[in-house]
């Protein structure tokens, strides 16, 4: 019965996965189907930023790069090209691991019955992504205080990263909420990212997709 039924790929040929899920204009697709494959793609986009440590150590770096530069939007490629051009010199994924459920266990799967104890104090703010790799640990007291001191500005997760400068030590950072138990901070050791308006643009842009806010529009628009 589905010997006639071939894969969405295979239909419209030997297309990249991007290519095969984006809005075709000449096929004229099913509203609902087009915002399915949009969300699809979106999830996908977001499960490679959120465990690319995991991911990359299955492979090679030139197979993971090139695995990335596939799906609708490079997160990691955009953070280490807005680090590398707006010279920052840490940009994270900070996970409050503070009551979650199932408690958090670490990075990869664990058997149920072999569970550690979960993280408390510092290590309850774990970074699973750092660019470059190595999370600054000796910022990492002021990161997870500033978190914690904003986060009634950070939970709205309506608005832009919020700006704080530390005058004692000349850092700059930049402080984000993409999900309920998940932020994005930027760290600059150079004063000029105050005015830099170019960071707090690629970081709304990065914290928008990550909401899924360009998604649900689109549920909006139609």
């Known amino acids: 019965r589905w010997q006639g039924v071939q894969p969405l790929n295979r239909r419209l040929g030997k297309r990249s996965a991007r290519t095969s899920f984006s809005l075709s204009k000449t096929i004229q697709w099913p509203v609902l189907y087009q915002w399915l494959c949009r969300f699809y793609v979106t999830l996908v986009a977001k499960f490679s930023l959120y465990f690319h440590q995991m991911l990359s150590q299955q ?42 459920l199932p408690p958090f266990s670490g990075h990869g799967y664990h058997l149920p019955n072999c569970l550690p104890d979960p993280p408390v104090g510092l290590a309850s703010y774990p970074a699973i992504l750092s660019i470059p790799s ?33 005058q004692k030590v000349g850092l700059v950072y930049f402080l984000g909420k993409a999900e309920p138990h998940l932020y994005i901070v930027a760290i600059y050791a150079n004063r000029k990212a105050e005015r830099d308006t170019s960071i707090i643009t690629s970081l709304t842009e990065v914290l928008n997709y990550l909401r899924l806010n360009d998604v649900l529009s689109l549920l909006k628009s139609s």
Do not use: Y
């Open 59 to 100: 492979t090679t770096a030139s197979e993971m790069k090139s695995l990335l530069a596939r799906a609708d939007m490079d997160l990691v490629n955009k953070l280490s090209t807005l680090r590398k051009r707006s010279d920052a010199h840490n940009i994270c994924l900070v996970l409050d691991t503070n009551g979650a």
């Open 134 to 166: 190595g999370h600054p640990r000796q910022l990492w007291p002021s990161v997870v205080s500033l978190l914690q001191e904003h986060e009634p500005r950070l939970s709205s997760m309506t608005t832009g990263p919020i700006r704080f400068v530390d």
